[in-house]
């Protein structure tokens, strides 16, 4: 079972970019998918996260307004990060990771999730 990311990539400021989340070789459903990032020299940050029915979103507070968080209607393993007017401080390496059990109250946590993709790195100039 892997967790497929994609979708980053160089941009200027104020740009955006959509970066998609898909896990393979499992078929049901997740409780949360979450987006961390990483930013060189930094530790891994909570960006996003929402349950399966897209009705619970949180978001971290530099983030806040400018990213939105989704799922595939059609596809329902398939979660988005849109990401709009970003920023040079945006630049990092996002993580997509999907919990089957979990709970609301350890969204930010790192540790509720049980797979991790391998990363995509979006890089925004000024």
């Known amino acids: 079972v892997q967790l497929q990311a994609s979708g980053g990539g160089v941009v200027q400021a104020g740009g955006s970019l959509r970066l998609s989340c898909s896990p393979s070789?499992?078929?049901?459903?997740?409780?949360?998918m979450a987006w961390f990032r990483q930013a060189p020299r930094k530790e891994r940050e909570f960006v996003a996260a929402?349950?399966?029915?897209?009705?619970?979103?949180?978001f971290a507070d530099p983030v806040k307004g400018r990213f939105t968080i989704s799922r595939n209607n059609a596809v329902k393993t398939t979660g988005y990060l849109q990401m709009n007017s970003l920023k040079p401080e945006d630049t990092a390496v996002y993580y997509c990771?999907?919990?089957?059990?979990?709970?609301?109250?350890?969204?930010?946590?790192?540790?509720?999730?049980?797979?991790w993709g391998q990363g995509t790195l979006v890089t925004v100039s000024s």
């Open positions: 070789g499992r078929t049901d459903l997740w409780n949360f």
């Open positions: 929402f349950n399966w029915r897209g009705d619970r979103k949180v």
């Open positions: 990771a999907v919990a089957y059990g979990g709970t609301y109250d350890t969204l930010r946590n790192s540790n509720q999730y049980d797979l």
